[in-house]
């Protein structure tokens, strides 16, 4: 359900449908239930995929990570 909020965001705010063909021919949605661990894996998987697919073409924003800017702390945990 959370990807299905993810596709709907950026449908939102890029004012056009994201195509996640894989997915819909699965024919599986996370209301059924009725199917198997097994193919709401896939369908999650193929979801992810094609989201994934979709930000990195149209979104070409990206994270600088600096070294220097994490804690020389780290939490243990006994």
């Known amino acids: ?3 299905l909020q993810v596709k709907k965001y950026y449908e939102t705010i890029d004012n056009e449908e994201i ?3 894989k997915y819909d ?3 599986i949605s996370p ?3 009725h199917k198997n661990k097994i193919c709401h894996k896939e369908a999650i998987l193929a979801l992810g995929e094609e989201l994934v697919n979709y930000i ?3 979104h070409s924003q990206t994270v600088e990570y600096s ?3 994490a804690s020389e702390e780290v939490a243990v945990e006994n």
Request: net charge positive.
């Open 19 to 21: 195509t996640t063909a």
């Open 56 to 58: 990195h073409a149209n």
């Open 25 to 27: 021919k699965l024919k």
């Open 67 to 69: 070294a220097g800017s």
């Open 31 to 33: 209301v059924h239930i």
């Open 1 to 3: 359900m959370l990807l």
